[in-house]
């Protein structure tokens, strides 16, 4: 059972280019949810969606971009990157809602924007 | 507890003692809490949860506690070991309509063999 996986692991980015980081959940939840961790700091939502087709904005989700177009894939897409999205992105799902619901975390995708 | 700017708060311990680690929370409405582990490299991993009704729950070799008055949570290792060095999270609900998660900063716990 794989759970939570994301790609890629690690990338780096120059000023201005784009890429989206995959995130997919073979555990069949309902419940999405994209983070970000900067150093020393807690876990930052940027988006969540609560089932296929539809997505709505965490606490910074300023350049990002999501869609949920299956149950299973939650891609986060960065139009033009900045220094300041360099971070660690977790993707998440849990079966139902966060308060009462445990969410799975992926490996991470570790991004550094030059 | 919770750390000021790039900081970790560290506790470091001997291996076999029982480890604290603290956690004060921000929502008095908050009836959710949860604690995760994140060893380096890797994402977060699912530890214990504790509802608002509750003052206590256990684990194998793990308890939360949870004081609502001064809105104080938490997580106790019994015989810490080499592979319980990692950072701690814990975690509140806030409310809203979806009641997602706010995240701590995190504990820096190192086991001393």
Redo the contacts between chains.
Sequence with gaps: NAG?TQTPKFRILKIGQSMTLQCTQDMNHN?M?W?RQD???????IY?S?GAGIT?K?EVPNGYNVSRSTTEDFPLRLELAAPSQTSVY?C?SSYG????N???????TRLSVL | GESVGLHLPTLSVQEGDNSIINCAYSNSASDYFIWYKQESGKGPQFIIDIRSNMDKRQGQRVTVLLNKTVKHLSLQIAATQPGDSAVYFCAENYGGSQGNLIFGKGTKLSVKP
């Design positions: 939570v419940y949810y983070y150093p020393g700091m807690g876990l930052k939502l969540y609560v709505d965490g977790f998440a809602r966060a308060a009462k445990i969410q799975y975390f992926g490996a991470g």
